[in-house]
Every structure is written in C-alpha cells, then in structure tokens.
C-alpha cells in the first residue's frame, strides 16, 4: 500500500531561521513527488513536481529536494508570509495522488 | 480567471439530508477528484474521474456518489448525509492522470448536524 509521512506535524521558527521538512515515501515505481502549500481556509496550491532522484528545484526561499526514499522542503530565511500547512503527495499511477498530513508551518517575526 | 469552482462555500446539513457538492473546472482537463480533508487524517480520495463519462471509487467512497457527464462538471452527491461526514471537500482536476498535480478547488466545509 502507497503511504506517504511527513514530519514534523507542526515546525515553529523564528523569522530568518532556516529549517527543513521531511516527506518520507513508500511508493513503488515512483512517477512524481509533490509539494502544496495551503493557507487556512483555502485549497492546496501547487509548488513543486520532483520526478526522479537527485532532482532539486527552487521558488522563492523554498527548495525542493528528491531521493530514492524521501524529499526535502528546505526553507531558508523565512518570513512570516511562510507560514502555512505544507502538503507533500506521491503517485505511481499517474492517475491518483497519496497524500501526506502535512507540516503546519509557523514563522514568527 | 481559469480554473476550480466549488459551491456551496459552506453548508450546515441535517442528518438524513440529501446534498450535491457541485464542481466545475474551465481548464479542460481530463481527470477530476473528490477529497475530504479532516483533522489528523489529511486529504483522503472518495471517487475520481479519469475522463468524461468514467468513474472510479478512492479510499472512502461509502455514502457518497459522483457522476460525470461532461468535461468540465463533477458533481459529489451525500445520499443521506451522517455526522460523520462533517468534513472539508476538495475537488481536484488534473490534465490527465496526476503527473502534472492537480488544481485544487476552495472547498466546502460541510457539517451535518
């Protein structure tokens, strides 16, 4: 069965304090690794889509990093605009996406 | 503006209430998806669409239904809603299969009372 697990559940920083997310996978044949952030109230919106290991891509103060078992969300020098619930989702169906709890992200200024 | 309309933005339902969560997307893609979101449990899939005309049951389809008869519409029916139901929904679409992610609706918070 697909399961994906992400951690912390909640991350408290202080603005400039660079950390990261973790999003550890169990998918087999792994077609695509994503990242959402979502604002309460709101729907997940779309970051980042990592394909195969070793894959890194970067928005802003985010940057995304992809192994064979894991991703990372790195944040660096965040703000507090940062502050969010981060979703991380795997498929190997090309078709359906499994979804993480998410990280609750909170910077403080 | 493209994208995921979901209405209503709310709702408060009585148990036993029959109620269609409505969904439509002006992106022209092919897949649309159904989740709830709750507390501690994250996004779980109900029913999915890979293309007008099909359907398919996710993790927790019981006592929901979907149908879709057109590209751009992909309506959720709660036959006879229950308490635990109360929940937020998210409709999803994608262009086709999930390799690009999906576009997310602004969901509905539904609570059944």
């Known amino acids: 069965e697909d399961q994906v697990t992400q951690s912390p559940e909640a991350l408290r920083l202080q603005e400039g304090e660079s950390s990261s997310l973790n999003c550890s996978y169990t998918v087999s044949g792994l077609r695509g690794l994503f990242w959402y952030r979502q604002d309460p109230g709101k729907g997940p919106e779309f970051l980042f889509t990592l394909y195969s290991a070793g894959e890194e891509k970067e928005k802003e103060r985010l940057k995304a990093t992809l192994t064979k078992k894991e991703s990372f969300l790195h944040i660096t020098a965040p703000k507090p605009e940062d502050s969010a619930t981060y979703l991380c989702?795997?498929?190997?169906?090309?078709?359906?996406?499994?979804f993480g709890e998410g990280t609750q992200l909170t910077v403080n200024p | 503006i493209a994208g995921i309309t979901q209405a209503p933005t709310s709702q408060i339902l009585a148990a036993g209430r029959r109620m269609t969560l409505r969904c439509t997307q002006d992106?022209?893609?092919?897949?649309m998806y159904w989740y709830r979101q709750d507390l501690g449990l994250g996004l779980r899939l109900i029913h999915y669409?890979?293309?007008?005309?099909?359907?398919g049951k996710g993790e927790v389809p019981d006592g929901y239904s979907v149908s879709r008869t057109n590209t751009d519409d992909f309506p959720l029916t709660l036959a006879s809603a229950v308490p635990s139901q109360t929940s937020v929904y998210f409709c999803?679409?994608?262009?086709?299969?999930?390799?690009?992610?999906?576009?997310f609706g602004s969901g509905t918070r539904l609570t059944v009372v």
């Open positions: 989702a795997a498929t190997n169906s090309g078709s359906r996406l499994t």
């Open positions: 999803a679409s994608s262009p086709t299969g999930g390799d690009y992610g999906y576009t």
């Open positions: 992106m022209r893609h092919n897949a």
């Open positions: 669409s890979n293309t007008a005309g099909t359907t």
